[in-house]
């Protein structure tokens, strides 16, 4: 009898602990998500997920689910519907995942490819940039396949859909020849219809609440960093404000609550509005990030950056109001890139 009662026990605390272990993975409900890059051929790519409201972090959601890592180098995410789709530069492919569960859904491999960002077109069809292959890729997001190219003259990254549009920022490859426009592609045929000739390769891009194209770019040449407007009928240059000698704004973000441009400067967060007649000169605040890495914003307006630290330790990330007081901080990943604002 007491066999039968050790025995008994034995199995109810195997059970016990298989619940325990199911009920651990965390579940996404309007959290957010940091793509963490990691270190280039090293394969320590990951997403981790931080709960604003009891400020909890998972570290790792991906492999905790799924018991392997993400791939080499998480270059950006993009979430559409319930799925968000993870660019993995290094490993050529995307990663498709449930943003509910973490669970990994099925993998879209791009063969010779070094993507960068992904843009749904339409239901099935998805864009996916590129850094080296001349090329975009043009990929059914649900059979995974790639079912043509689209092919360009430098690097591409960033896009913004438009109506039946699609704007690319495009820049020079590495060691290449120079390149600095936003290139136009037709969504329905997939063909290219305009490339617009800026002074300087873009960096990044938004779209405003009207879909009029901003592009902040680099300096290069002699020349300097500029902010440009680009109109989404026309395709024409509307606006351009040059920035200082030297001077070098990345990450640029439509802020949808107060409908306003915002960037980097360094660690300062500078805003200004669509309709603005020259560059603001002061911050709205400076960011306590020594190397800001990912800059973005969710739809209530607060402010989020991440500071890589020194690019092999796990980045902090800090959470602003509006007003620029910091509301929160965590630690993420290794070179934190990109929040992704969960529903």
């Known amino acids: 009898m007491n066999r039968l009662f050790i025995i008994f026990t034995i199995i109810m605390l195997i059970s ?12 996404a409900e309007r959290g957010v998500l940091t793509v963490n890059e990691g270190n280039f051929n090293w394969g320590n790519a990951g997403l ?75 239901d099935s069809i998805a864009y996916v940039t590129e850094l080296y292959a001349n090329k975009i890729w043009i990929v059914n997001a ?27 920022a495009e820049r020079t490859k590495f060691n290449g020849a120079t390149v600095a426009q936003i290139r136009v592609i037709n969504a329905l045929s997939h063909q290219t219809v305009k490339v617009i000739s800026l002074p300087t390769p873009p960096n990044s891009i938004c779209k405003d609440i009207a879909g009029n194209i901003w592009a902040l770019t680099d300096t290069g040449g002699g020349k300097p960093a500029s902010l440009i407007s680009i109109d989404k009928s026309t395709l024409a240059i509307t606006k351009q404000f040059d920035f200082a000698s030297g001077k070098t704004p990345n990450r640029l973000r439509y802020n949808t609550a107060t409908h306003s441009l915002c960037y980097l400067l360094g660690s300062g967060v500078y805003s200004s509005a669509t309709t603005l007649t020259a560059l603001p000169s002061t911050p ?17 307006g607060k402010y989020y950056v991440a500071d890589a630290i020194d690019y092999t330790q796990s980045s902090k990330c800090f959470v602003y109001n509006a007003d620029g007081s910091q509301h929160a901080s965590f630690n993420a990943g290794i070179n934190t890139n990109q929040f992704v604002f969960l529903p």
Not at 17 to 25: E, L, P, Q, V
Not at 148 to 168: C, K, L, R, S, Y
């Open 284 to 300: 709205l605040f400076t960011a306590s990030t020594s190397i800001p890495y990912a800059f973005d914003i969710d739809a209530s």
């Open 48 to 122: 981790s997920l931080f709960n604003a409201e009891n400020s909890t972090v998972s570290k790792d959601v991906f492999k905790e689910v799924n018991g392997f890592g993400l791939g080499d180098v998480a270059q950006s995410a993009t979430l559409i519907d319930s799925l968000l789709y993870v660019v993995v530069n290094n490993s050529a492919k995307v990663v498709v995942v449930s943003a509910s569960t973490f669970k990994q859904q099925s993998v879209i491999s791009i063969a010779g490819s070094s993507p960068r960002y992904l843009l749904h077109v339409n």
């Open 142 to 168: 649900k059979t995974g396949s790639t079912i043509g190219n689209i092919p360009v003259a430098g690097e591409t990254n960033q896009m913004e859909h438009v109506n039946d549009q699609v704007f690319v």
């Open 16 to 27: 016990s602990c298989k619940k325990d272990a199911s009920t651990s993975i965390p579940k």
